[in-house]
């Protein structure tokens, strides 16, 4: 049987702490009884458990290629290329502020398709690409697109001159103008639906 016992602490400050002294087992002693020399084996040292850390990693506000103007709100990393002209000012906002003030607040036009994870405000554009918004984002923004996928929160007017899809998470306070419109069971749409008229 092994049997580590603490010396009490020195009181000492400055001093170095002793080395542990080497124990032994008797039953390995008795074990070996051929052998002159006990089996030393090393003491056990225990150590504090850390405490684990809880990380929330944040999601990007804007994910897709995008040209934007306007001002941004940044609280925690910014990856991808950033391109200005006049400078770029970054304040960072405690996490509660995000609940009200948007993370972008701007102009967005982009080419293809957008994700939106965050908070954005504005106007957002493209002739003929395709937004997707998250389930647990929200747009403050007149929306004119081809596509709009809308799983989050829209308040602000629809223009999806292909078709509009709103999951069932979906709450839209705004009027909708599109060829197309899926609305699953759950969604919430105030407002009104006016339907493009095919070329």
Partial sequence: MLEVKRK???SNHGA????PAHTYSEEAK???SNSSSPRFIKPVVATPAKEPRDFHGKLPAITGECHFKGSISVDGLIAGQIGVQSGLSLKQKPSAAFASAAELNGEFNFKDAIRVNGHIAGSIYSKAGTIIVDVEAKVDANVDVAVAVIGGT???EIVARERVELGPASR???NIWTRSIVIKDGAIFEGVCR???ED
């Fill in 8 to 10: 009490p602490i020195s």
């Fill in 16 to 19: 170095a702490a002793p080395a």
């Fill in 30 to 32: 008795g074990a070996n």
């Fill in 154 to 156: 829209v308040t602000g």
């Fill in 172 to 174: 839209i306070h705004g």
């Fill in 195 to 197: 339907m493009i008229e």
